[in-house]
């Protein structure tokens, strides 16, 4: 599994700034992210490579599972042999339905988003997919009926 490493150290204000601005428009140009910063284009650039080849920030588009025409979505948690945890994970990211993945703390070990088309694709995906991997002990769903919230541009830790 990859570490992500504190990547302050490489951030200064106007890469805060940058991250910011791309966060509330991704499709934002260089040239007006130059005007509202007061920099010139070409360190625009420059500084948006850097940090995108870093893996800092990546520019996607977010859709709602829901209004994508997804049925079904929502979270498993998922209790697992702790001695397997890679094998688990590595098997979690071949699952196309998977859309999120996190090893987390408490009562249970990993974190799983899913987006389904039917309750055919969920049984497929709980009982013939996830509970076969080998290390799986447990799971427990949870079904999404409304996204009430969902922020993408939560700044830097930093700014």
Partial sequence: MKNKKN???GLDQVDCKMIH????DGRMSNTAMAQVLGISEFTVRK????????GIIRIVAVGSPLDLG???????????DLKKTEQVVNRLREIDEVIWIALTTGGTDIDVDFAVRSMKELQDLLFNKI??????LSTETSLMVELVKEKTDIGTAWD
């Fill in 7 to 9: 990547h302050k150290e």
């Fill in 131 to 136: 509970s076969h991997i080998d290390g799986v």
């Fill in 21 to 24: 601005l791309l966060q509330k």
């Fill in 70 to 80: 997804f049925e079904i979505s929502g979270n498993l948690k998922i209790r697992i």
């Fill in 47 to 54: 500084r948006l490579k850097r940090v995108l080849d870093s």
